[in-house]
């Protein structure tokens, strides 16, 4: 977990510096770095997320890579879904929605589609891997 730590500690840190030119993909997908207030602490805490473009915005995928349990970023998310995205050099306020029924079905097919790990993240839990999407605030 410690690696993991210090990997999202540089990939941010890059991400920023390089305006978004550097750590935008990883392994083939697009990244977006997602700030959102923590639930409990009310820090604003930021997370590189695998990302897909969706409508005006990008949607993420709230998989935990498989695990029973939701990622901490998604709960925080529930809490407050007020987010600020930047996806390579777009940086912009919005409102976490999670998508659900029939769209979230087409969804996850793009997002299975373009990051074929999320298909096999899925089969390993037996919740429902959320969706988000992060509609512009205007």
């Given amino acids: 977990m410690a690696n993991w730590k210090y990997f999202s500690k540089v990939h941010k840190t890059v991400y920023r510096l390089s305006g ?17 207030k923590g639930r409990k602490s009310g820090q604003v805490r930021t997370t590189p997320i695998a990302c897909y473009p969706y409508k005006d ?25 007020e987010v600020v ?3 390579r050099r777009d940086r912009y306020r919005a409102i976490a929605r ?33 969706l988000v999407w992060f509609e512009r605030k205007t």
């Avoid at 978004?20 to 959102?36: I, K, Q, T």
């Avoid at 990008?58 to 407050?80: E, I």
């Fill in 20 to 36: 978004g030119l550097l750590g935008s993909r990883l392994g083939g997908v697009n990244m977006a770095l997602v700030s959102v």
């Fill in 98 to 130: 999670e998508v659900s029924g029939e769209e979230r079905d087409k969804l996850w097919e793009i997002v299975i589609k373009r990051n074929p790990a999320q298909a096999d993240h899925q089969s390993h839990t037996e919740r429902l891997i959320p």
């Fill in 85 to 87: 995205i930047q996806f």
């Fill in 57 to 81: 915005s990008v949607a993420v995928s709230a998989s935990n890579n498989g695990l029973d349990k939701h990622p901490l970023w998604y709960l925080n998310l529930k809490a407050n879904p």
